[in-house]
C-alpha cells in the first residue's frame, strides 16, 4: 500500500513535470537529434578545385546526384570537389544549371563503379507553412575542414516570397523565408523539415545596410520548384525559366483584392496567339489565384521555358482559360549576348581533373555529356516498345475518324512510303477521308500544301515525321536531336468531350527535340514507359503554332506497340480524332 | 479501489505526458496565423539616409487605430496601410508619445470590425522574463506585400533590462527597461512589430534599428508593453512641467478615449565629468585626439597626461577621432575613474585619469 501511494506519488510528481518541462522537451530533442543524424551524411561541402571558393550541396540520389546553387559552381567551373560528412573527399562535375532560378545539379563520381552515395529524400514544399521548425546544414563560411556540416535551426518566418533577382539571374520565387541561420558557404545546402526531408535549398539572405552574415532572414529556393527543373537538370540543360511575354499591373481598390491587369503583350508570344490581349484580367495561373505582382511573379518564377499551363483571364465578363506555352527570360541574352549582364564572378574555369571525361561543352547546355547519356536512355526505353528496324517499306493503316469542326464521322485510310523514281526516293504521304484525299510530299511541297489536310495545322507531315521517328530513332534527326529534359503534356479526353479542368488532364513527359528538314519537332514520351504520346510539329518557324497529335490506345501488331487513337490539334482547336483498325507495316 | 485510482492517474499523468509532447513538436503555424490578422503594413516616406519607406504597425482597435513606433514615416501625410487581407487603406496620426517612441495612427475611413490587440486591464500582466521563448513578428525588409503575412522569427528574452542610450555609441530613442532579444529582429521596417509569447500574446513593441559603434554590433530590444517609464508634461492647472508615469498599455486604452494628455520629449543632459585635456585643433572629420596642452591642477595632469600623447583607448574603446573621443567621454560621471591608453613617442601608457566636476567658471 505504501509503495503504491509512493509510485502514485512519483508518477504524479513526474507528470507535472513532465508537463512543465522535460519529457516531452527532451523527446523532441532528442527526435531533432536523429533526423539531424540521418541526414548529415547527404550533405555535401563543395569546393573549388584549389580551393578557391565553394558551398553546399545535398545528395539527392544514391547514384550520386547532388543539388547545389549555380552561384556556388559558377565560379568552381565545370569540375569541383565534393567532401560528405564521413570525411571522404569525392570528384564531382557539372550535370545541369538553372541561373535564373539558382540551381545546379552535381554529379559525384563513386570511388567504387556501383558504390552507393548516401542521399536525402525531397518533400513537399507547398506543405510548409510559416511557423514551422527547419532545420539548415551546410559549410557556413568553409570553416568545416572535415566537411563536417553545421547546423542550425529555426522558424520559418514566411512562405511564398519573392525576391528580385540581381540583374537577370538568381531571382527566387515563391521561396521559404527563414530565420534559421545561414551564412556565405551554407550556399547551395539542404534546409530540411522535421522528418529529414528537403524542402529548399538555402542561397540568400536580405542584408541591407548590415554586413553579408546572417540578419535573421535567409531563403531557400522551394523544392517543388527544383522539381519541375529536375528533367532539365539531369538532361544538362542551360534551363532558362519562364515568362509569360507581356507585363502586368495590378489595379488596387480599396476593397477586395488586387486585380492584376496586361499592360502590354509581346505579339510574337503563344498568350498573344492563344487570345490574350492588353487589358485582360488575368486571375489564375496554372492553378494559383493571381492577386498582386508579387503573386504573378512567383507563380511565373515556378517553371521552365517552353512548358504549357493553363492560365484564367477575364475581359469584361467573360471568363477564359487557355493552355499557353511559356517563353524564356533568357531569349533575348542569347539573341544578342551582352557582356554586360553577365553575372559578376570570376571567369569560369574549364574542367580539370578526374572528373573532366565527363563533361562536354556546347550552347545551351551546361553540360552536353548528360544530354547524350539521357537521350541514349531515353531512345533504349523508347526501342523496347517496338524496334522497327528494317521496316521502312510502305505503311498503311484505317480506321475512322471524327472531325470535330466538321462534325463528321468518316472511314478515312492513310499511307506513308518512300516512292522510287529511278535510284533516288520521295517521300509520299496519302490521307483519304471519306471521298477526299489529300497527298503531300513532305519535303517538297510549299507551306500551305504542308498544313493539310485543312485546319490540322500539318498532320500530313507529322505522320511522316512520325514514322522518321520509329524507323529511325533519334540517329534520324542529324540536324539536332536533344533531350528537352521534362514537360507535361495535357491529353485530351478521348471521348473527344471538353476539358473543364486542363491540370487533371496533364501528363508528365519526357521531351526529345529534333530537326529534320524544314520540320521542328517535339516528341513527348510518357515518363513512365517512354511510350510516345505526343508531339509538336512546327513548319521553319519557332513561333508558330505547332500541329499537335496525341497518341494513345496502344496495342500490339506483330510484337509492336502502335497507337489506335491519334487526337490532332492546331490553335486551341481540336481538328479530329483518328481510330485506327489496322495497320499494314511493311519491310523494305 | 487503489488500483481504480491508480490507473485514473496513470491515465491523467499520460494524457499530461501527451499534452506536453504536443506543445514542444507543434509549430508554431497557428500563433502566427492569428497574430497576422491584427498587424499592418506601413509605407511612407523614407528612402533616403538609410532610413526605409516601410514598417510594421500593430490594430489597437477594431476601427482601424494602429500603433506603431514614433518614427520618421509618420511624417508622410497619407500612410498607406495594408491590412492582412489586402486591403489597403491611407492612415493619420492621431497622437505621438516620444518618450514611449510610439504613435497612435487611424485609418482614414469608416471600418469595423477588424481583428486587434487589446489593450486594457488583462494586458497588464507580469512581464516575461529572461529565457522565455518569444515570436517576433514584422514587414522587415518589406518583404511583404498586399495580403503576404508578416515575416515571423523566434527567440528568447536575453535579458530585462535599462537601454541606456549613449551619445557616439548609439543614441536610443527611449529610456527604460527593454526585452534584449537573442535573434534578429531589428532590421529595417521592423520597428512597431510584435513580440508575443508562444501562443501569440502580446509582450512588446518591436524596438528600432541600433547599433553599438563601439562593438559595431547591432542591437535587438523590444519595449515591454505594461513598463511604466517617466514622461513630461504641463500641469492643465498650473502650467507647470510634471513627471508622470506611462506605459505603452495606458497610451493606447488613454489614447483610444481620446484623453491621452501629450508630453514632450525630456531633455537629457550630459554627464560627462570634467578631464582638463585640451586636444589639437579638430581640423577634419578624422583628426586623431592628440593632447595639445593639459590644464595645470587638472584631473589629467594628475593622471600625468602630457602634450603631445595621442590617446588610443577608453576604458577599452577605440577613439581613433577627437569627435568620437568626445562623444565617449560625455558618458563617464565626475567622480568615475577611467583607464586611458594612450601613445608617448613609440610607448604605449595606461594611465587611470579621475573625472571631476567641471570647475565653476566665473563670468
Not at chain 1, 172 to 201: A, R
Amino acid at each position: 500500500m505504501k509503495i503504491l501511494i509512493s509510485s502514485l506519488a512519483s508518477l504524479v510528481l513526474f507528470a507535472s513535470l513532465g508537463f512543465a518541462q522535460s519529457p516531452a522537451a527532451f523527446k523532441s530533442e532528442s527526435d531533432r537529434v536523429a533526423v539531424i543524424e540521418k541526414v548529415k551524411p547527404s550533405v555535401v561541402a563543395i569546393f573549388a578545385r584549389g580551393g578557391q571558393g565553394g558551398g553546399t550541396g545535398v545528395l539527392i540520389s544514391d547514384d550520386g546526384y547532388a543539388l547545389t546553387n549555380f552561384h556556388v559552381v559558377q565560379p568552381t567551373g565545370p569540375t569541383m570537389q565534393c567532401g560528405l560528412a564521413d570525411g571522404v573527399l569525392y570528384e564531382g562535375v557539372l550535370v545541369g544549371w538553372d541561373k535564373v532560378g539558382d540551381v545546379a545539379l552535381i554529379k559525384l563520381l563513386p570511388k567504387k563503379d556501383g558504390d552507393k552515395f548516401p542521399f536525402a529524400v525531397m518533400g513537399d514544399s507547398g506543405k510548409v507553412r510559416e511557423g514551422d521548425w527547419s532545420i539548415a546544414m551546410g559549410n557556413p563560411f568553409l570553416l568545416a575542414t572535415d566537411f563536417t556540416p553545421t547546423v542550425t535551426f529555426g522558424l520559418v518566418s514566411g512562405v511564398n516570397r519573392y525576391q528580385p533577382p540581381a540583374g537577370l539571374f538568381l531571382e527566387y520565387t515563391d521561396c521559404i523565408q527563414i530565420d534559421t541561420s545561414i551564412n556565405p558557404g551554407n550556399s547551395g545546402g539542404p534546409l530540411f523539415n522535421l522528418k529529414g526531408e528537403v524542402i529548399g535549398i538555402n542561397g540568400r539572405g536580405s542584408f541591407d545596410k548590415r554586413a553579408r552574415i546572417n540578419s535573421g532572414v535567409g531563403y531557400a529556393i522551394s523544392i517543388n520548384q527544383i522539381k519541375n527543373f529536375m528533367g532539365h537538370l539531369h538532361a544538362g540543360l542551360d534551363a532558362d525559366h519562364a515568362s509569360l511575354g507581356a507585363l502586368i499591373r495590378t489595379d488596387v481598390e480599396n476593397f477586395g483584392l488586387g486585380k492584376t491587369r496586361i499592360t502590354s503583350i509581346l505579339v510574337e508570344s503563344d498568350a498573344y496567339r492563344r487570345g490574350l490581349d492588353q487589358e485582360d484580367e488575368i486571375f489564375s495561373f496554372a492553378g494559383r489565384q493571381v492577386t498582386s505582382d508579387n503573386h504573378y511573379k512567383n507563380v511565373v518564377g515556378l517553371y521552365p521555358r517552353d512548358w504549357r499551363v493553363p492560365l484564367e483571364y477575364r475581359r469584361g465578363d467573360d471568363r477564359k482559360e487557355i493552355l499557353v506555352r511559356l517563353m524564356g527570360v533568357q531569349r533575348k541574352e542569347l539573341d544578342e549576348p551582352d557582356p554586360k549582364k553577365q553575372p559578376k564572378g570570376p571567369p569560369v574555369k574549364g574542367p580539370q581533373g578526374p572528373a573532366a571525361k565527363y563533361y562536354e561543352a556546347k550552347a545551351g547546355f551546361a553540360n552536353y555529356y548528360f544530354n547524350r547519356q539521357e537521350k541514349a536512355r531515353l531512345m533504349t526505353a523508347f526501342k523496347k516498345q517496338g524496334d522497327f528496324a528494317g521496316k521502312g517499306g510502305t505503311w498503311s493503316f484505317e480506321g475512322r475518324v471524327t472531325l470535330l469542326k466538321a462534325r463528321t464521322d468518316s472511314p478515312f485510310t492513310a499511307e506513308i512510303k518512300d516512292e522510287k523514281i529511278g535510284k533516288s526516293e520521295k517521300p509520299l504521304v496519302t490521307l483519304k477521308i471519306g471521298a477526299f484525299p489529300d497527298m503531300v510530299d513532305p519535303n517538297n511541297a510549299n507551306v500551305n500544301e504542308l498544313r493539310k489536310p485543312n485546319g490540322s495545322g500539318g498532320f500530313l507531315p507529322a505522320l511522316y515525321v512520325w514514322r522518321h521517328l520509329l524507323l529511325e530513332g533519334d540517329k534520324g534527326f542529324t540536324s539536332e536531336c536533344h533531350h528537352g529534359g521534362m514537360e507535361p503534356i495535357y491529353m485530351p479526353p478521348t471521348d473527344n468531350s471538353t476539358v473543364k479542368n486542363w491540370l487533371a488532364q496533364r501528363v508528365d513527359a519526357e521531351v526529345l527535340n529534333a530537326r529534320t528538314g524544314i520540320y521542328l519537332t517535339k516528341f513527348f514520351f510518357a515518363k513512365s514507359d517512354q511510350k510516345l504520346i505526343g508531339m509538336e510539329l512546327r513548319l521553319q518557324e519557332a513561333n508558330e503554332d505547332p500541329c499537335e497529335v496525341y497518341f494513345s490506345d496502344y496495342r500490339v501488331v506483330d510484337g509492336r506497340q502502335l497507337p489506335h487513337r491519334m487526337q490532332v490539334y492546331y490553335k486551341d482547336v481540336h481538328y479530329g480524332t483518328f481510330t485506327v483498325g489496322s495497320y499494314k507495316v511493311a519491310g523494305n | 479501489m487503489n488500483y481504480k485510482i491508480t490507473y485514473r492517474l496513470l491515465g491523467i499523468a499520460m494524457m499530461l505526458l501527451a499534452v506536453g509532447e504536443l506543445r514542444a513538436q507543434n509549430s508554431v503555424t497557428a500563433a502566427s496565423e492569428q497574430v497576422n490578422r491584427k498587424m499592418v503594413k506601413l509605407f511612407g516616406i523614407g528612402g533616403f539616409k538609410g532610413l526605409p519607406s516601410y514598417g510594421t504597425g500593430l490594430l489597437v482597435s477594431a476601427k482601424g487605430h494602429i500603433l506603431t513606433v514614433n518614427n520618421h514615416i509618420l511624417n508622410t501625410p497619407g500612410i498607406v496601410v495594408h491590412l492582412y487581407d489586402g486591403r489597403r487603406y491611407q492612415a493619420k496620426v492621431l497622437i505621438r508619445e516620444p518618450e514611449l517612441d510610439v504613435a497612435l495612427l487611424k485609418i482614414d475611413e469608416d471600418v469595423d470590425f477588424l481583428p486587434h490587440f487589446v489593450f486594457d486591464k488583462a494586458a497588464e500582466k507580469a512581464m516575461a522574463e529572461t529565457g522565455d521563448w518569444v515570436l517576433a513578428f514584422s514587414n522587415q525588409f518589406k518583404i511583404a506585400q498586399g495580403d503576404e503575412p508578416m515575416s515571423v522569427q523566434r527567440g528568447a528574452i536575453l535579458t530585462v533590462a535599462d537601454l541606456k542610450g549613449r551619445r557616439g555609441i548609439f543614441d536610443a530613442p527611449y529610456s527604460g527597461d527593454v526585452y534584449f532579444l537573442d535573434n534578429i529582429v531589428c532590421n529595417p521596417g521592423a520597428a512597431g512589430g510584435a513580440i508575443t509569447t508562444r501562443k501569440g500574446e502580446l509582450l512588446g513593441i518591436i524596438g528600432r534599428e541600433l547599433k553599438d559603434n563601439r562593438i559595431d554590433t547591432w542591437i535587438n530590444y523590444a519595449v515591454p508593453i505594461q513598463f511604466k517609464i517617466e514622461v513630461q508634461r504641463e500641469d492643465k492647472k498650473t502650467g507647470k512641467s510634471i513627471m508622470e508615469k506611462e506605459s505603452v498599455i495606458t497610451f493606447v486604452h488613454k489614447a483610444l478615449l481620446g484623453n491621452y494628455q501629450e508630453t514632450v520629449k525630456i531633455r537629457r543632459e550630459d554627464k560627462g565629468g570634467y578631464h582638463g585635456i585640451i586636444l589639437v585643433v579638430n581640423a577634419v572629420s578624422s583628426t586623431p585626439p592628440y593632447v595639445e596642452e593639459i590644464v595645470s591642477g587638472s584631473p589629467a595632469a594628475i593622471a600625468g597626461l602630457r602634450p603631445d600623447d595621442l590617446i588610443l583607448y577608453v576604458e577599452g574603446f577605440s577613439v581613433p577621432t577627437i569627435k568620437i573621443w568626445r562623444e565617449t567621454l560625455k558618458q563617464y560621471e565626475p567622480g568615475r575613474e577611467i583607464s586611458v591608453q594612450l601613445q608617448r613617442g613609440n610607448k604605449l601608457e595606461n594611465v587611470k585619469l579621475k573625472l571631476a566636476n567641471p570647475p565653476k567658471t566665473v563670468n
